[in-house]
């Protein structure tokens, strides 16, 4: 999961001879004898060198096939001209599949209600360019983080949700968000989104639930886990589905925590597992590491 | 919780002269001021050195007061009479409480069905004094273990549980067990055990249950966290309650797994983390560090 | 490790009615008999509840004992009472002792150089209530990273280091710092500081070192790290001696790596182990939980 | 790292119908432009299809590349076969390369001194059915292990190393070893193999090293550790080379320790994560998913 090269620039160490564009293909389509030469002979015909490459399958008669690979665009080809050449090599394998630029950064919106360590921990990522991210907003339920988020130059849209007017709120979260975003990440949004958001949204969205999946899903997990006992805290990223709390995970952590912890400690070292677990499952996101296999993904 | 001298030798590293014995103290008890300074005050009175202390409180007022203490036995004092002088104490803030004598071993029954993983790991960290632990036998649904225990030097009974005659079995253990042992581990043994069992057997049982609870109780943990897609998995030593799989949990331990690993992989996978995590609550209990708070347990 | 209450309030989850202060004993001397009950003794004698209790001997005779004790206030009893009636106990143990007031701030000073994830890491922290540090200026040999630290409303002090004119930089900082902190932070402040520098603070100083001392030390650790094909990569926080990357440690952790990981990726990534060093050992010597002993440390 | 299918079985899920075997390609060579083109073209070409496919490459040009392949036999031909029709690609990119049977066993001996945590681990592991490994023989240079080997069934030679004469040993160990096996493991031997031991046994060898290296290389890392003072302690596993503890690393891990653990704590610790390291070496080297890439690895 450690970072790969996503160009072959950063193989050189420093060349000043501008290298040529990276180009991911991620694949996913049933699995069939003669995939993976389909694919790399054309792009041995065409000239372009792999880079990378990752596959999985989860049997090989009736199981799916899965496939990210980035290879390096041939000097006078565009990325359309081997799309169009790519074609039907995916129709002929019924492929669901796409190509993007590597590098090119994802558009994110980004939600939140009033906890600053999610939303900050992104911020700082992408200031540092650790994400292949372009955040273009945040929008929140409460105003208490707008002047973080103002100082990373970014635009803070305050839509508050009133009792019984969620619909009204989801309007308006809908006018700035749908069509415009490749992502949206909820770093600790405390609403619940309607199944009618999910599909009107258009793109998909990144939960960050401070438990470890299954346990403690729902409200006041970490109440729940010292009343329970238990040694460990986690998080869990997923991606969201109109069942709450269900969506396919992307990653997941915990932490070591003992009797002495009240809850409230519990709050503030998950807090750390949060960041990091969310930081992570958006950073893959944006590189196309992770492929949706029915509820669960598949993480390159 | 790294393990603490429990005789003064430890600390000498090598001394020729005979340390004195070592005597724990452990207390639990509604928590008000001046508890601490009793029961030093008795030991510094008898002239015990205070080996190591570890303390915890829910809450000053209305919480509840746990320690651990060990001492130095001073010459020509038995524990008995230690014992003697510190009843008044006891009574006066209405302690639960009991001594035992450091590196004395608990004696131990362990009950398997057919996973050899971590009834091997109990045998072994016995052999290689790892333990405070005397093994006096295993018992088991089946015949498969049988070569492996006897040849640690242990008696294997084969105990089956016949289908609707589990009460005849439950008899039978008892008789093998009922008020001969400190300790009953269950190291994967995959019966119910009644609460008539848990009632007449004499000794707190300790099992080891595979998966991070509260997540996936209940049968076929590593199945239900294949289809859910989780990113770790776990494993969970607790005391057996009437509840099952809701007991005061020990430890816990986790381990990462990825989208290749099938169901099979994961059970193999999380042998490890069960064996190790079972060694360890086994382990802390034997040494006295595990007292139960309710539903929890506080481990020093 | 987990935090333990420091105010009998946080205990009671919310009660109304005024908690006494919390005051920490922290004790380093000789191991002898007695050292406990004439503590805890004279505590009791003044009404004060001990509200945590955490103690280490390196061994009964010859060795070292170290207490950290934490008890509420009595009404109508100052510190200072409090500390004078403690003093002959510590004369007759030739103790090194001293008392804080749980929660009162640590004074802090910042140096940094131009990486800004183990700074704004701290300020966060600070920020959000986690630290018992009131930071109350960054100096830096760089003009980077003023805009953060004022963004979080604290002076920043450029003072440059130039070639061979390392004493004049150290003396500047010398006038910024000297008597006026209780504790001084080199969040990766890339300057090698002088013996007379350590001596003239007078204050504690606390290092993060950017590998798993003592693999690495010295510079060009995730180079080197590169280079040898470690599989895990670390950061240690410790405490400054003239002996460079030596002093006591006070924290390590590790994060999994692999092949694939440029050095450029072992860099990002131990910038998250680095944060997270440096933020636990600045908490922890904060809340006097780190009591030196020779080279090492005892972290209760 | 987690298993992937090694048959294809394995993903039908007890499929009654016999499974084809699965061949695994190996190759390492310069890095250019058509190679897993050429490889896949000739398996598709073949019938072949491949189950799994993992690849790396230091640097498009000028770099090394990387590749572990597994494909199912098509029925009807021999891996001999298809070795012949790979030859000439081979030749081409100037491959270092070779096919393995999934699954057919390495034949493995094992050295060990008095420790037993780690040999029998793997004996362990091997009983289990996790290890592809044939293990066939145990030697030592002390007695003491000889009734447990026997035990799992195995021959124990006793090849004791006297002061001064251990060119007769490793003669002793070189005419039961040399040309017989696969691979040979140091499961804890306490000696040093010479140069020239080490070109005529004529196998790999893997060293499990009580340490995180290159930190406490040599003698001594526990009672070294513990003097330094770390938080962590660790250990390594990497093939043998001359040059002692400097072979190419295959895999590492740590367990956290603290203050109150003695050394010979950190060595009981330490033991647990000696045998789980060595184990993931051996069964990584086994299942051909180790490469060694000048003085580090590349592990798939």
Same mark, same amino acid.
């Given at each position: 999961?450690?970072?790969?090269?996503?160009?072959?620039?950063?193989?050189?160490? #420093?060349?000043?001879?501008?290298?040529?564009?990276?180009?991911?293909?991620?694949?996913?389509?049933?699995?069939?004898? #003669?995939?993976?030469?389909?694919?790399?002979?054309?792009?041995?015909?065409?000239?372009?060198?792999?880079?990378?490459?990752?596959?999985?399958?989860?049997?090989?008669?009736?199981?799916?096939?899965?496939?990210?690979?980035?290879?390096? %665009?041939?000097?006078?080809?565009?990325?359309?001209?081997?799309?169009?050449?790519?074609?039907?090599?995916?129709? &002929?394998?019924?492929?669901?599949?796409?190509?993007?630029?590597?590098?090119?950064?994802?558009?994110?919106?980004?939600?939140?209600?009033?906890?600053?360590?999610?939303?900050?921990?992104?911020?700082?990522?992408?200031?540092?360019?650790? %994400?292949?991210?372009?955040?273009? %907003?945040?929008?929140?339920?409460?105003?208490?983080?707008?002047?973080?988020?103002?100082?990373?130059?970014?635009?803070?849209?305050?839509?508050?949700?009133?009792?019984?007017?969620?619909?009204?709120?989801?309007?308006?979260?809908?006018?700035?968000? +749908?069509?415009?975003?490749?992502?949206?990440?909820? +770093?600790?949004?405390?609403?619940?989104?309607?199944?009618?958001?999910?599909?009107?949204?258009?793109?998909?969205?990144?939960?960050?639930?401070?438990?470890?999946?299954?346990?403690?899903? #729902?409200?006041?997990?970490?109440? &729940?886990?010292?009343? &329970?006992?238990?040694?460990?805290? #986690?998080?869990?990223?997923?991606?969201?589905?109109?069942? %709450?709390?269900?969506?396919?995970?992307?990653?997941?952590?915990?932490?070591?925590?003992?009797?002495?912890?009240?809850?409230?400690?519990?709050? &503030?070292?998950?807090?750390?597992?949060?960041?990091?677990?969310?930081?992570?499952?958006?950073?893959?996101?944006?590189?196309?590491?992770?492929?949706?296999?029915?509820?669960?993904?598949?993480?390159?």
């Amino acid at each position: 999961m450690a970072a790969t090269a996503t160009s072959p620039a950063a193989a050189h160490g #420093g060349a000043t001879v501008e290298a040529p564009p990276v180009v991911r293909l991620l694949v996913s389509c049933e699995d069939r004898q #003669g995939i993976v030469a389909a694919a790399s002979g054309l792009l041995d015909e065409l000239g372009a060198n792999i880079v990378t490459s990752d596959q999985f399958s989860t049997g090989i008669e009736g199981g799916r096939f899965f496939m990210r690979m980035q290879f390096a %665009l041939p000097s006078g080809l565009g990325q359309d001209e081997i799309e169009a050449r790519f074609a039907p090599i995916a129709g &002929r394998f019924a492929m669901d599949w796409r190509m993007w630029r590597a590098g090119a950064p994802k558009k994110v919106a980004v939600l939140v209600s009033r906890y600053d360590h999610a939303l900050l921990d992104l911020l700082w990522r992408r200031r540092r360019g650790e %994400l292949e991210a372009d955040i273009g %907003l945040v929008a929140s339920n409460h105003p208490d983080l707008e002047a973080d988020v103002v100082g990373f130059g970014l635009p803070y849209h305050h839509v508050p949700v009133e009792k019984g007017r969620k619909p009204e709120a989801e309007a308006k979260l809908l006018e700035l968000l +749908a069509g415009k975003f490749d992502l949206v990440v909820l +770093a600790r949004y405390m609403q619940i989104l309607s199944g009618d958001f999910l599909r009107d949204v258009g793109a998909p969205v990144i939960n960050i639930h401070h438990s470890f999946l299954p346990a403690f899903a #729902g409200a006041g997990p970490y109440e &729940r886990a010292k009343e &329970r006992g238990v040694k460990l805290i #986690g998080a869990t990223s997923h991606y969201v589905t109109e069942e %709450l709390d269900a969506g396919p995970i992307i990653e997941q952590d915990v932490i070591r925590v003992d009797h002495a912890a009240s809850a409230a400690d519990l709050e &503030r070292l998950g807090a750390d597992i949060e960041r990091s677990v969310l930081g992570r499952a958006v950073k893959w996101h944006c590189e196309d590491r992770v492929l949706v296999d029915g509820s669960t993904t598949v993480v390159f």
